[in-house]
């Protein structure tokens, strides 16, 4: 190794006449390298071989750096890489301004941790002392995009036509998915033809047109429009002609799921329908429901369910049709290529690159003035590519993805311990939940009460929630600026593997240091791209922020309580007061009731407020809210909800830390197992408590231990009437993790382990059991005291690995209370004295999984036996880097769909993720490639 004072004057014996200053590196570069000259014509210092130098508060690796005499420019070419705390990138060639912290990077590769980042490289940024300088580790070699195989076109033919057989049924709509109904004499046969206007990814759209032919037999009669009600109906034969259109879903590549929507118009009326029916028309609105399975690639099998109905009285006043069962089978022909989903970005030096010496790298528009005004030196430039057009594929579909499967199995992910620490979510729901008290009341009820992992709450009414901290990012130019960097075009990806399943394509991507440290990033244009397939169009400019990466302000719910329905909310930007508090103010637009109230509603009934004021003052913490759902002043307390709280925590000897909390409510809501929700008028009070958990050998527990007083005012149990008392409250309850059996994960790789789930799931069976006892004494001399048990097996099946059934978990919870005394109170009164919750959650094919749960009262000498006290069901798209749900809860009347990006921690630098796919990739082997 070389240090910074050996450099040598180049040729400058050869030049007697010229007297060579030999310019000294500064030690501010802290330059180390196995070879350094100065090259006296060029007037540039080099060093080569291992080439490290500190930039700002980072390191620079390369295997050439060359200075300008000043040393205030700096070249680095081949193997370049950057790093700072846990940022690290890499790139082809770094030229970099020491003086006004600006340069340019080629072919850049990365990873941003934005929990870690302290700012952008600036040579300004505080040094590290000699040792911090010495203790950072080797970087790795700069890491190659892997040459991968497209993602196969399963399914390039733009028309089917179909042969349709199948008979009617007499059954409501709903009933013909759970095959309950009688089947009709009436056959029907026809033919249909489809065309697809529109793919992207897995989701198409088709243009449908059908012909059929019913074929009735003598059958009984419904009650309307005939003289004799129930008389049985002659033979009939008409025909039926549909046209629609349908979107279709690619599940896995021989099996898809479709709806079609549309018209149907019957030759003549339907008898079936006509008697059956009290309105009766020939033309309806069709839908149908259809599953199909290839068999080939150009041959299917098709199901569906064929219904006509009057839409809710669309159609003449007709509210129910008729329904039939079809089999089909489909011919595919034809074939149209997709179209690109995203850029390509070229490998870096180093890299093997079988197109470099035919790439054109775009110009930027100075560049190509200047070179229209100045010529360019007798050899034209090329500064535009040119445009690529997709390659058809001389390979099958399954040759390909074999081919592509290989290839990733054998790619070296360079990550290690990937963890799953959380999620981003954009969701729409309706229904608003029950909110719970922050009071003694809460964990009473539910502190450590086990429940079946499918009853979990499900997502909030925000539309935008949570945080993705770490990105790989890989751009083919980035410019570095003194508070940042911009690129024309830059890929962000949430997933550690390559290829990513899921990244984002940004445009006009620029970065700034914000003054509290956060790097906010922005881009002019965003698409988000699932599995290489789906593009996603995403109008939000901003893109990524440190604390919070991602803000929707606009709030969609249903609260038929409070609001009478459908709402409209924005949160406002946070007012600070001082460095200690902050207030959130979400204004609300009751769009429901504006528009079931006509025109006497009173103004002040069209609008609403959610407050929250947070303070936090040497220890203490003050939080107040305030819900108001009507601004009207004749009812406007009765039209609002208040709570707040003060929260100390303080250390109390052998106890350790007790925490303290002054609480306060106004027409607070919640809700009580079988009695449903219940509202607490007003209470004050003060609790403490003492909460933790240990570990015992493999198992791990939880406790809590609360005392409380309070004055409540609140409704009667079993009546309408509402009492004030004092209540005075000891609880605890303990709740236990104890594993029984455990299996073994599949290989951690991203086609096994992380093939579909953002964790390796374990196989095994667990035991999760709770113990609480409460002792409850109210003014006028009532008293209840209860000791509870609850628990049960979750047995997990299968690792999550495998295309079908790969995954099965089962919950089964009991629970049991005795009582002695009763509450007065509504909220408090025990009265689910015998629990049990079932949960299932089970992969169906490939990443689609439904998981579905109920909890029930059991007690046969209740009277709220078999009274359900929690419900869900979701269907859930569920891969490593993603998921979709559909879900509804029932019971709280809840429901929405929800899209989540999942965020990971790992260790390592991961390998480029924007997919380079070589024209002649369909080669044998990559020893044809030319490199």
């Known amino acids: ?208 047109a059908d012909l059929f032919s019913h074929l009735a037999k003598q059958q009984p009669g419904g009650e309307f429009n005939q003289d004799k009600p129930y008389a049985d109906l002659p033979a009939q034969s008409f025909g039926e002609g549909i046209l629609g259109i349908g979107a279709r879903l690619w599940v896995q590549p021989w099996l898809s799921f479709s709806v079609v929507e549309g018209i149907s118009y019957n030759t003549d009326y339907s008898l079936y329908e006509k008697t059956f029916r009290e309105n009766y028309t020939k033309l309806l609105n069709y839908l149908g429901f259809e599953v199909e399975a290839a068999v080939s690639s150009d041959v299917s099998l098709v199901g569906r369910i064929h219904h006509r109905s009057g839409a809710f009285g669309t159609y003449n006043g007709v509210t129910e049709g008729s329904n039939a069962y079809l089999l089909g089978l489909r011919y595919r022909w034809g074939r149209d290529l997709p179209e690109p989903v995203g850029t390509s970005m070229a490998p870096p030096l180093g890299c093997p690159d079988p197109e470099r010496n035919q790439r054109v790298r775009p110009t930027s528009l100075i560049q190509r003035l200047e070179s229209t005004a100045l010529g360019d030196g007798g050899k034209a430039i090329a500064h535009i590519p040119p445009t690529q057009t997709p390659t058809p594929s001389p390979l099958s579909p399954s040759e390909q993805q074999q081919r592509r499967s290989q290839a990733i199995a054998g790619i070296d992910q360079r990550i290690d311990d990937v963890e799953f620490q959380g999620t981003l979510s954009i969701e729409r729901r309706s229904g608003v939940p029950v909110r719970r008290l922050n009071s003694n009341v809460r964990d009473e009820n539910r502190f450590g009460v086990v429940k079946v992992p499918q009853l979990k709450r499900l997502g909030s009414t925000q539309l935008i929630n949570g945080t993705i901290s770490r990105w790989r990012v890989q751009a083919a130019r980035i410019q570095i600026t003194s508070n940042g960097w911009r690129a024309d075009r830059m890929g962000f990806s949430n997933d550690p593997f390559t290829p990513a399943q899921t990244r984002i394509d940004a445009e006009d991507v620029v970065a700034r240091e914000q003054p509290n440290g956060d790097l906010l990033i922005s881009a002019r244009r965003n698409r988000l791209i699932i599995e290489e397939r789906l593009p996603v169009p995403v109008s939000r400019r901003q893109l990524i922020q440190k604390e919070e990466e991602v803000e929707n302000r606009w709030v969609f719910g249903v609260d038929n309580d409070d609001r009478d329905g459908l709402f409209v909310g924005r949160n406002l930007k946070p007012i600070t007061f001082g460095t200690d508090t902050e207030l959130s103010l979400q204004p609300q637009v009751m769009v429901q009731r504006a528009i079931d109230g006509g025109s006497d509603i009173d103004p002040g009934d069209l609008f609403g407020l959610e407050a929250k004021l947070v303070g936090r003052y040497d220890g203490t913490k003050v939080r107040a809210d305030a819900d108001i759902s009507s601004f009207s002043g004749d009812d406007f307390l009765e039209n609002s909800r208040y709570w707040g709280s003060v929260e100390r925590s303080f250390e109390l000897g052998a106890l350790g830390e007790v925490t303290t909390n002054l609480f306060g409510t106004y027409r607070y809501r919640t809700w009580n197992g079988s009695l449903g929700k219940t509202d607490i008028q007003a209470a004050y009070g003060v609790y403490g408590e003492k909460k933790g958990e240990f570990e015992l050998g493999n198992s791990r527990h939880r406790f809590l231990v609360r005392g409380a007083m309070g004055d409540y005012y609140a409704e009667r149990f079993d009546s309408n009437r509402k009492l004030r008392s004092g209540r005075g409250s000891l609880f605890a309850s303990l709740t236990s993790t104890i594993p029984i059996w455990r299996g073994s994960t599949a290989e951690l790789t991203p086609l096994a382990a992380y093939r579909y789930s953002p964790v390796a799931v374990v196989p095994g069976v667990s035991l999760t059991t709770n113990l609480n006892s409460t002792v409850a004494l109210y003014g006028a001399g009532d008293h209840q005291e209860s000791i509870s048990f609850s628990g049960g097996p979750t047995l997990t099946l299968g690792t999550f690995s495998k295309p079908f059934l790969d995954f099965t978990q089962i919950s089964v919870i009991g629970g049991g209370t005795l009582r002695n005394g009763a509450s007065p109170f509504e909220f408090d009164r025990i009265v689910d004295f015998g629990t049990l919750g079932v949960g299932l959650t089970q992969q169906i094919v490939g990443p689609l999984l439904l998981s579905t749960g109920v909890n029930v009262n059991v007690d046969s000498g209740s009277e709220y036996y078999g009274d359900v006290i929690n419900s869900s069901i979701e269907l859930r798209w569920q891969r490593r880097s993603y998921d979709v749900g559909v879900y509804f809860n029932p019971y709280e009347g809840i429901g929405g769909v929800r899209f989540r990006l999942n965020d990971f921690n790992f260790d390592g630098s991961g390998v480029p993720f924007v997919p380079y796919t070589p024209a002649d990739w369909f080669l044998e082997d990559d020893s044809e490639l030319p490199l």
């Open 1 to 208: 190794m070389v240090s910074t004072r050996a450099v040598a004057a180049e040729d400058a014996v050869n030049e007697p006449a010229v007297q060579a200053v030999v310019p000294q590196i500064p030690q501010l570069l802290r330059l180390t390298a196995d070879r350094q000259r100065f090259d006296v014509r060029r007037n540039v210092a080099i060093a080569e071989g291992n080439v490290r130098l500190k930039l700002g508060a980072g390191q620079l690796v390369a295997d050439r750096v060359e200075f300008d005499a000043n040393f205030q420019t700096v070249y680095a070419r081949g193997a370049v890489r950057l790093s700072r705390d846990n940022q690290v990138f890499q790139a082809s060639a770094l030229r970099y301004n020491l003086s006004q912290n600006e340069g340019e990077l080629d072919d850049v590769y990365g990873v941003i941790d934005l929990d870690a980042m302290q700012g952008v490289f600036n040579v300004a940024d505080p040094s590290p002392t000699n040792t911090e300088q010495q203790a950072r580790p080797a970087p790795a070699p700069i890491a190659c995009p892997p040459l991968l195989a497209p993602v196969p076109d399963w399914h390039p033919q733009p028309w089917a036509v179909s042969a349709w057989g199948g008979q009617m049924i007499d059954a409501p709509f709903g009933d013909t998915f759970l095959f309950n109904g009688t089947m009709r004499p009436e056959a029907v046969l026809g033919i249909g033809l489809q065309k697809r206007i529109f793919r992207a990814g897995p989701l198409a759209l088709e243009l449908e």
